[in-house]
């Protein structure tokens, strides 16, 4: 079904995310994960990290590719070719703002669509915020981001007591 774009600030990639990439590529030939700056949020990790815990998470799966862009995500869409930005949804709070972005790109770019995939219940309470909000209280993060990412942010840091 060709080419789609699953696009964020992965600030970090969490297991949420993974699940959408893992179940977006048995539907699409090739998915391209696109790593964001978003001009208002600050990041904790550089894009260069995001995008290799992004790689290093995704290296099981072959149809996938990962990429940083700066700009505008239809002109990203569009140069790649593809028809389909792919989006994960995890509840009504997350709804507003991805119907808002959602119409404004399908005025941007009208042949291009969005794809919402509902996140599955196991991950509906995990976001990136919250995981890095955790670990500066020093809570355990494992079970919730890939293990790319945790081993970055304990570097540096004493790891914190699981279990
Ligand atoms: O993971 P996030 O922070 O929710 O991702 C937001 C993202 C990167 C998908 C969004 O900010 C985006 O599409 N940025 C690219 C710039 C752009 O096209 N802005 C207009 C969107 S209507």
Redesign the pocket.
């Given at each position: 079904m060709g080419i789609a774009v699953y696009?964020?600030?992965?600030?970090p990639i969490t297991f949420g995310?993974l699940d959408i990439i893992e179940r977006a590529s048995l539907l699409f030939d090739t998915v391209i994960v696109?790593v964001?700056?978003?001009?208002?949020?600050s990041h904790q990790f550089s894009p260069e990290e995001r995008v290799a815990m992004v790689r290093e998470s995704t290296a099981h799966l072959a149809n996938v590719q990962v990429e940083a862009?700066a700009?505008?995500?239809?002109?990203?869409v569009r140069d790649r070719g593809a028809k389909v930005?792919v989006?994960g949804l995890r509840a009504v709070s997350d709804f507003d703002?991805?119907f808002?972005?959602?119409?404004?790109?399908k005025k941007?770019a009208p042949e291009v669509e969005t794809v919402f995939m509902m996140t599955s219940s196991r991950y509906l309470y995990i976001a990136?915020s919250l995981v890095k909000e955790l670990f500066m209280y020093g809570a355990c993060v494992e079970g919730l981001v890939p293990a790319a990412v945790l081993s970055r942010l304990r570097r540096g840091h004493i790891p914190a007591e699981c279990g």
């Amino acid at each position: 079904m060709g080419i789609a774009v699953y696009p964020g600030s992965f600030d970090p990639i969490t297991f949420g995310h993974l699940d959408i990439i893992e179940r977006a590529s048995l539907l699409f030939d090739t998915v391209i994960v696109t790593v964001f700056d978003n001009a208002s949020k600050s990041h904790q990790f550089s894009p260069e990290e995001r995008v290799a815990m992004v790689r290093e998470s995704t290296a099981h799966l072959a149809n996938v590719q990962v990429e940083a862009f700066a700009g505008l995500l239809v002109d990203f869409v569009r140069d790649r070719g593809a028809k389909v930005i792919v989006k994960g949804l995890r509840a009504v709070s997350d709804f507003d703002y991805e119907f808002k972005m959602a119409l404004m790109n399908k005025k941007l770019a009208p042949e291009v669509e969005t794809v919402f995939m509902m996140t599955s219940s196991r991950y509906l309470y995990i976001a990136s915020s919250l995981v890095k909000e955790l670990f500066m209280y020093g809570a355990c993060v494992e079970g919730l981001v890939p293990a790319a990412v945790l081993s970055r942010l304990r570097r540096g840091h004493i790891p914190a007591e699981c279990g």
